[in-house]
């Protein structure tokens, strides 16, 4: 009886130290794939990096930029294209204007009234919708008569006190979030389509003409009367307010900025035709490049794999329409090198799949056990994902959308000291206490993601005034605006008339 006490005792000991053994070996085989994905973070925060030195870098090489831009066509990435816009609204517009918005994932049609003051203004009707995505691929005439169509069920449903009941055309400002080659306020030709559209029959055509020819196909009392890109109607909103902004940028689907530069400045175009001295610049800075960057393996397969390749890669690195997906492709290598995320989803292997708006949802996840996070990742195929694992996306979103505001931030400033808003005084000497370099300069800003994403808010500012310092930055006025590039267009088009109209008197 004792021997076989003794030996069932063994036996249990064997047991004992085998599941011992193997529960051992699990947790180290688990810590060396968590060093492994710590090592992934790490590597990723390093090559994310925005150091204050190599954003001071981007502001100076995006300032040659412009300038280049100014000089000749083609001599820089950025376009620096004209606008035709020299009059900005000053609040003594009248009447009753229409604009469309088309933007990268939505359009708007507005009723603008204005009184004569700024007070005024009152935006009698607004309607937003998404953009089908069957019309991103589609034909110039399909998405055309789409927009015709919005336009004349908008115009339906207004009451008698419209403009309808008067024996006058509705005029219209089309605001078109593309970039587009002006050749006056109301026409212009298409470049090339970003943030996904791709109707290839387009490029070369002009825009408002497309749009006016759909109106008239419907029978339509419209005339498609200023030509204007979003930014541009964001500077014209702001500008309508106060005085003091001089330049516009929209943080959405894409990203673009225009500004009001002196007309002696503009040497590419040899005889401007303005009476204020100066004309607003859209510079498409979406396809802005410099060696200082910082392009990793994950903006490089991106860009491999978008529509248009080669292309728009600071964008890519800024827009809204890419953090996601950013976001998405680091997930997925760390699945790929690690399974603390359980077997590789297909969901995740899809492109865009995860969408900007719900990286701000992880990012700003405040719940304890990051309810947010877990819900996100579920629909992404990864379900069942421990605390720590979640807590490495939210690491995760913070550095890519860090890195992305920065960059914006390094672009604002360059447009700063274009200026000579930035405080500094000319080659090698930085930060002067002239009171004309520091006066108060007001930067309107529009878009999803500058306006729904907070923390994409706090790292822009941050990093303006670690760029500016802080007696600069106290100067500079980052102003968030809704529906500025809509009503702004508008305001524009009023604007034009009034102008014509006092030069027939």
């Not at 390093?46 to 066509?73: C, H, K, N, W, Y």
């Not at 935006?123 to 055309?144: C, K, M």
Request: hydrophobic fraction near 40%; glycine fraction near 8%; proline fraction near 3%.
């Amino acid at each position: 009886m004792g021997r076989v006490l003794v030996m069932l005792t063994a036996a249990a000991a064997v047991v004992a130290c085998s599941v011992a053994t193997v529960m051992v070996r699990r947790r180290v085989r688990r810590r060396r794939k968590w060093r492994k994905v710590v090592g992934l973070l790490k590597d990723l925060e390093e090559s994310f990096e925005t150091p204050l030195g190599r954003l001071r870098q981007m502001v100076d090489a995006i300032a040659v930029e412009m300038q280049a831009g100014l000089v000749s066509e083609g001599g820089s990435k950025l376009k620096m294209l004209l606008t035709f816009v020299d009059d900005l609204p000053n609040g003594s517009e009248r009447g009753t204007y229409y604009a469309l918005h088309l933007g990268g994932s939505y359009f708007r049609i507005i009723r603008v009234h204005l009184g004569g003051q700024r007070s005024s203004l009152e935006v009698q009707d607004i309607e937003r919708h998404s953009i089908p995505t069957s019309l991103l691929n589609s034909t110039s005439e399909v998405l055309f008569d789409f927009l015709a169509s919005s336009l004349q069920r908008f115009i339906e449903k207004e009451g008698h006190e419209s403009i309808s009941s008067q024996d006058v055309k509705r005029e219209l400002a089309f605001t078109f979030s593309f970039p587009v080659k002006q050749t006056s306020l109301s026409s212009g030709v298409l470049i090339k389509w970003t943030k996904g559209f791709a109707i290839s029959e387009m490029a070369g055509e002009d825009i408002a003409e497309c749009l006016q020819g759909a109106v008239d196909r419907r029978g339509l009392d419209i005339h498609v009367a200023a030509l204007v890109n979003d930014t541009v109607g964001a500077l014209s909103y702001g500008h309508y307010h106060d005085p003091d902004t001089i330049a516009a940028v929209v943080f959405g689907t894409g990203s673009n900025a225009c500004y009001l530069e002196r007309t002696d400045a503009i040497i590419k175009c040899q005889n401007p035709r303005t009476t204020s001295g100066s004309m607003v610049v859209n510079m498409e800075w979406g396809n802005f490049w410099s060696s200082r960057l910082p392009r990793t393996s994950y903006d490089i397969e991106l860009d491999a794999e978008s529509l248009n390749s080669n292309d728009m890669g600071f964008e890519k690195m800024i827009g809204g329409m890419y953090l996601g997906d950013i976001v998405r492709r680091v997930i997925l290598r760390m699945s790929q090198e690690s399974d603390i995320f359980g077997p590789i989803s297909p969901i995740l292997s899809t492109p865009f799949v995860l969408r900007t708006n719900s990286v701000s949802a992880m990012h700003e996840d405040d719940t304890p056990e990051l309810h947010e996070v877990a819900t996100i990742l579920k629909h992404l195929g990864v379900p069942n994902v421990p605390l720590k694992v979640r807590k490495l996306v939210v690491k995760i979103c913070d550095v890519v959308t860090r890195r992305a505001a920065r960059l914006a931030a390094a672009g604002i400033s360059g447009i700063l000291k274009k200026l000579g808003r930035d405080g500094s005084v000319g080659e090698g000497r930085r930060r002067s206490s002239d009171k004309q370099m520091m006066r108060r300069t007001v930067v309107a800003v529009e878009g999803g993601l500058y306006s729904n994403y907070r923390m994409f808010r706090e790292y822009l500012d941050e990093a303006l005034r670690d760029i500016l310092g802080e007696d600069v930055a106290r100067q500079v006025v980052i102003k968030a605006m809704e529906d500025g590039s809509s009503i702004g267009s508008a305001l524009l088009l009023a604007s034009s008339h009034s102008v014509r109209t006092i030069s027939n008197i």
